[in-house]
Nanobody
Framework: QVQLEESGGGLVQAGGSLRLSCASSVSISNINLMGWYRQAPGKQRELVATFTSSGDRNYGDSVKGRFTIARDNAKNTVYLQMNSLKPEDTAVYYC???????????WGQGTQVTVSS
């Protein structure tokens, strides 16, 4: 089992910044894929940013150049720095993890991000 706890969501004006955190209950060195997805009302969940154990990072097209994913292995935490936020970034942001050698995905409870115009 992997428990994920997200934090850092909130209300921000367009053009502002937020940093989300996702703390893992297990060492992220044992995690093959970890990152962020989001779901806006009436829309499907979509990729925001992920990284793999090999260090590869992948970003959704709508956030490239504005969002940055990073990790702190010592804290077993993944961060999502979100800059130049837009109203269309408003969504619930979920952390996802998959352990090495496993196909099972673990999800956090989600944190709300609201960007006002």
């Amino acid at each position: 089992q992997v428990q994920l706890e997200e934090s850092g969501g909130g209300l921000v004006q367009a053009g502002g910044s937020l940093r989300l955190s996702c703390a893992s209950s297990v060492s992220i060195s044992n995690i093959n894929l970890m990152g962020w997805y989001r779901q806006a009302p009436g829309k499907q969940r979509e990729l925001v940013a992920t990284f793999t154990s090999s260090g590869d990072r992948n970003y959704g097209d709508s956030v490239k150049g504005r969002f940055t994913i990073a990790r702190d292995n010592a804290k077993n935490t993944v961060y999502l720095q979100m800059n130049s936020l837009k109203p269309e970034d408003t969504a619930v942001y979920y952390c996802r993890a998959r352990r090495i050698g496993s196909i099972e995905n673990y999800w956090g409870q989600g944190t709300q991000v609201t960007v006002s115009s």
